[in-house]
């Protein structure tokens, strides 16, 4: 059985314009997926930090940009 808040909020969201029931669409599906995305950034921050150590310390060649495009586009034509 669904609470009568849930019909009251979802009754109300629905009365609201497009664009603020997209807003609002919006903010519940972060609300969902907040603490995932928290453990997936810090993941991220953590392998971006051990791939600046391994150039620091020589274990990774770094590549210049402008020769990794241009490879990348030499491919494409």
Aim: proline share 5%.
């Amino acid at each position: 059985m669904v609470p009568a808040a849930y019909n009251e909020v979802l009754g109300a969201a629905l009365a609201l314009s497009p664009n603020l029931r997209a807003m609002l669409a919006e903010h519940l599906l972060q609300s969902l997926d907040a603490e995932p995305q928290a453990d997936i950034d810090a993941l991220w921050a953590e392998e971006a930090e051990q791939r600046v150590q391994s150039v620091d310390q020589g274990k990774v060649a770094a590549i210049p940009g402008e020769q990794i495009l241009g490879e990348l586009r030499s491919r494409h034509r």
